[in-house]
């Protein structure tokens, strides 16, 4: 199946645009729901952590839709610095491929510890343990998941 230009520039665009809304999106809803924790870690520590985590998810794409736009440009205007620059940029080795894998990678994993944090994983974990033990006769019922 055979693609055009334009409809291949503009699923690139399409890409980046719905991935940054969606992160930025997840990341705002971190900031305004955050958890009651009494450390700043504990309070901000997942917004953080998404906010991270879409810089680096958003590295790939961007790249991808610098590189074709500016290549589109070539194909219609010719020759111009900015373009010039902007591949320069683009093809420096820190956007190289298997840095663009490491990031991606490192997103989903910021993005997974993040989640963690925001829905207190550990703290439920713990408490689930806890009762667990409790219905044995392991621990003590009056004593929490702390000691």
Known sequence: MAVSKDSLIYSYIFTFAILMVVMTNATQYFAMH????ADWWGCWGPTVLMALSTVF?????LKNLVVNVCMASFRTNGFDSTIEHALDIAYMPIFGEKHMRFYTL???GLMFWSTSLQVDIAGKFSSLLHVQRVKKGIAKADSGPGG
């Open 34 to 37: 955050r958890p009651q924790k």
């Open 57 to 61: 998810l958003l590295v790939a794409p």
């Open 106 to 108: 490192l997103a989903y």
